[in-house]
């Protein structure tokens, strides 16, 4: 594997934490600004949007480990499975996060499965 592959690695995981910030930026935009008067969904949307950016921070740290691309890929497909199971609530925000979640988490599967086969290969 030469240089390119290295460094469309290093491209394609920085368009994984931005989209993580994008999901991070619309759940956030959620809490403060579409439901401020239901407690409840905006304390939710706060804590998603801040549970999204710990992936970008925790990137830049000798803590980051192939296996978050995984656990964000389950965080984002989880809360696909709530939108849908719980009335599908702000029908249009909900299909631009959805479009979104599956980029962000076709990448990550992508990513851990690359990651993964260059650590095993000798």
Same mark, same amino acid.
């Given at each position: 594997?030469?240089a390119?592959?290295?460094?469309?690695?290093g491209?394609?995981?920085?368009?994984?934490?931005s989209l993580?910030?994008?999901?991070?930026? +619309?759940?956030?935009?959620?809490?403060?600004?579409?439901?401020?008067?239901? !407690?409840?969904?905006?304390?939710?949307?706060?804590?998603?949007?801040?549970?999204?950016?710990?992936?970008?921070?925790?990137?830049?740290?000798?803590y980051?480990?192939? +296996?978050?691309?995984?656990?964000?890929?389950?965080?984002?497909?989880?809360?696909?499975?709530?939108?849908?199971?719980?009335?599908?609530?702000y029908?249009? +925000?909900? *299909? +631009?996060?959805?479009v979104?979640?599956?980029?962000? *988490?076709?990448?990550?599967?992508?990513?851990?499965?690359? !990651?993964?086969?260059?650590?095993?290969?000798?």
């Open positions: 594997m030469g390119t592959s290295g460094s469309d690695t491209l394609l995981r920085r368009l994984f934490l993580s910030l994008a999901l991070a930026c +619309i759940h956030l935009y959620l809490a403060v600004f579409v439901s401020p008067m239901a !407690t409840g969904s905006a304390l939710q949307f706060g804590l998603i949007g801040v549970a999204l950016l710990v992936g970008p921070v925790v990137s830049r740290t000798r980051w480990h192939p +296996i978050l691309y995984l656990l964000g890929t389950g965080f984002a497909f989880y809360l696909g499975v709530l939108w849908l199971l719980g009335g599908m609530a029908p249009l +925000i909900g *299909a +631009i996060t959805g979104t979640a599956t980029a962000f *988490a076709l990448l990550g599967l992508f990513l851990f499965v690359r !990651t993964e086969a260059r650590l095993a290969s000798p």
